[in-house]
T-cell receptor, first 116, second 105 residues
Framework: DTEVTQTPKHLVMGMTNKKSLKCEQH?????MYWYKQKAKKPPELMFV???????INESVPSRFSPECPNSSLLNLHLHALQPEDSALYLC???????????????FGPGTRLTVL | GIQVEQSPPDLILQEGANSTLRCNFS?????LQWFHQNPWGQLINLFY???GTKQNGRLSATTVATERYSLLYISSSQTTDSGVYFC???????FGPGTRLSVLP
């Protein structure tokens, strides 16, 4: 099974709302990732968790708060977002993370976020 | 940081045609992946290919790590091949800008 699941598929929120994106994998992978993708652009890395610890934060604004409750779950908490944060948010997992010899990533279907 | 380039940026093919997509890297890459992003946004794994050549049906890929490039070959293209093709440096987690492929019936 090489499936990464993400919920919700679509999310519309106001700038004062608090919401969360969820990601789950059951492949026994120890690294999980959040990427942000704007229209007609490639995905851009936001965060990397390795063995449930945050190992990379690509200078993401604090209105995005990641959380890794266990090795299978990854959340992205959203608060006070701006309209320019509207994008497709992709979660991925891999067997290992930074510096790994073998590190094939598997992506979820994404959450399409609209901030009004 | 590492720079990833892809060419061509856009490609329009007639169904049944063959094509070659290229990915260039500014530095050595140990983990290279090719993905196909479908119209719904799903990134589909095509190849994990740090070096050498792999084939999967009508698709094949070659990475020449010493020369910092990778090629994706699509033969006998079908309309379902349409979408955006990305290569990614899986060590630095950097994607190329993508090649947008349209296959016409």
């Amino acid at each position: 099974d090489t499936e990464v699941t993400q919920t919700p598929k679509h999310l519309v929120m106001g700038m004062t709302n608090k919401k969360s994106l969820k990601c789950e994998q059951h492949m026994g992978h120890r690294a999980m990732y959040w990427y942000k993708q704007k229209a007609k652009k490639p995905p851009e890395l936001m965060f990397v968790y390795s063995y449930e610890k945050l190992s990379i934060n690509e200078s993401v604004p604090s209105r995005f708060s990641p959380e890794c409750p266990n090795s299978s779950l990854l959340n992205l908490h959203l608060h006070a977002l701006q309209p320019e944060d509207s994008a497709l948010y992709l979660c991925a997992s891999s067997q290992d993370a930074v510096g790994a010899f073998y590190n094939e990533q598997f992506f979820g279907p994404g959450t399409r976020l609209t901030v009004l | 940081g590492i720079q990833v380039e892809q060419s061509p940026p856009d490609l329009i093919l007639q169904e049944g045609a063959n094509s070659t997509l290229r990915c260039n890297f500014s530095d050595s890459v140990n983990n290279l992946q090719w993905f196909h992003q479908n119209p719904w946004g799903q990134l589909i794994n095509l190849f994990y290919i740090p070096s050498g050549t792999k084939q999967n049906g009508r698709l094949s890929a070659t990475t020449v790590a010493t020369e910092r490039y990778s090629l994706l070959y699509i033969s006998s293209s079908q309309t379902t091949d349409s979408g955006v093709y990305f290569c990614e440096d899986g060590q630095n987690f950097v994607f190329g800008p993508g090649t947008r492929l349209s296959v016409l019936p």
